[in-house]
């Protein structure tokens, strides 16, 4: 009797261990677990916020820099226009898919009493955007900081071409007095974009991988002929 009395107290012994250590077990799992659930969403919040931060940093970019571009093109020589440029034109496949993108045409005319000389940028591609300013394509700096997100017009329809530099002189004959007339030269320069040297254009385009914001470093002489000196582009997120 005391045998089998001896033996059901250490069965129950074995028993409460055999509890205790299954117990202590569970507590242990229901910890990590817990501990791994809450470690679980620390991780989504700060991927969440770490996502959010990267596209929100990632709509700008700082005109003429090439550290942060995914593409840069330097021309060496540069293109320039040429000395008899009337109706040339040179047309410009910036990311390399074989379409070409922008184009800039030199027209002119010189007639007796008028004439005019000038280089357009043209409308050939409808995913390209361009950076405006108060009138027309904005004349950008280096490192002027633009936005994907600032004000672009992709020009419109197949060839209205925003004038970047255009000279218009004619010979106007204006009254002096009752018999007397003058032939007046007069010269007026239109565009933002007369005469200037190292200046950006910016534009954004679209493709099937997304928004591109990039820019391209230009200038032109008195006659308003192009010289184009480098471009570059990077992806961009969070653009509409
Ligand atoms: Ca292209």
Same mark, same amino acid.
């Given at each position: 009797?005391?045998?089998?009395?001896?033996?059901?107290?250490?069965?129950?012994?074995?028993?409460?261990?055999?509890?205790?250590?299954?117990?202590?077990?569970?507590?242990?799992?229901?910890?990590?677990?817990?501990?791994?659930?809450?470690?679980?969403?620390?991780?989504?919040?700060?991927?969440?916020?770490?996502?959010?931060?990267?596209?929100?940093?990632?709509?700008?970019?700082?005109?003429?820099?090439?550290?942060?571009?995914?593409?840069?093109?330097?021309?060496?020589?540069?293109?320039?226009?040429?000395?008899?440029?009337?109706?040339?034109?040179?047309?410009?496949?910036?990311?390399?898919?074989?379409?070409?993108?922008?184009?800039?045409?030199? *027209?002119?005319?010189?007639?007796?009493?008028?004439?005019?000389? @000038?280089? =357009?940028?043209?409308?050939?591609? #409808?995913?390209? $955007? !361009?950076?405006?300013?108060?009138?027309?394509?904005?004349?950008?700096?280096?490192?002027?900081? *633009?936005?994907?997100?600032?004000?672009?017009?992709?020009?419109? @329809?197949? =060839?209205?071409?925003?004038?970047? #530099?255009?000279? $218009? !002189?004619?010979?106007?004959?204006?009254?002096?007095?009752?018999?007397?007339?003058?032939?007046?030269?007069?010269?007026?320069?239109?565009?933002?974009?007369?005469?200037?040297?190292?200046?950006?254009?910016?534009?954004?385009?679209?493709?099937?991988?997304?928004?591109?914001?990039?820019?391209?470093?230009?200038?032109?002489?008195?006659?308003?002929?192009?010289?184009?000196?480098?471009?570059?582009?990077?992806?961009?997120?969070?653009?509409?």
């Amino acid at each position: 009797m005391r045998f089998i009395r001896e033996s059901l107290r250490h069965e129950n012994s074995k028993t409460t261990e055999i509890y205790t250590h299954i117990t202590t077990k569970t507590k242990k799992l229901y910890k990590m677990k817990k501990t791994s659930t809450i470690l679980c969403i620390i991780l989504i919040v700060m991927i969440m916020i770490g996502c959010k931060k990267e596209q929100k940093e990632n709509t700008t970019m700082k005109v003429g820099e090439t550290n942060s571009t995914d593409f840069y093109q330097d021309f060496d020589p540069n293109i320039i226009f040429p000395s008899n440029a009337t109706g040339y034109k040179y047309e410009l496949d910036i990311n390399g898919d074989s379409i070409n993108d922008i184009e800039f045409k030199y *027209v002119a005319d010189v007639g007796n009493f008028y004439g005019y000389h @000038g280089t =357009y940028l043209a409308h050939i591609n #409808s995913n390209f $955007y !361009y950076l405006l300013g108060s009138s027309g394509i904005k004349v950008c700096n280096e490192n002027d900081l *633009v936005s994907c997100n600032d004000i672009y017009d992709n020009l419109g @329809g197949d =060839y209205e071409p925003f004038t970047l #530099s255009y000279d $218009y !002189y004619s010979s106007v004959p204006v009254q002096i007095n009752d018999t007397t007339w003058e032939f007046n030269d007069t010269s007026y320069y239109s565009g933002n974009w007369h005469n200037v040297e190292n200046k950006f254009i910016v534009y954004k385009f679209l493709d099937e991988n997304g928004w591109y914001i990039g820019w391209i470093r230009l200038g032109f002489n008195d006659d308003g002929k192009l010289e184009i000196y480098e471009y570059g582009y990077k992806k961009v997120n969070g653009c509409s």
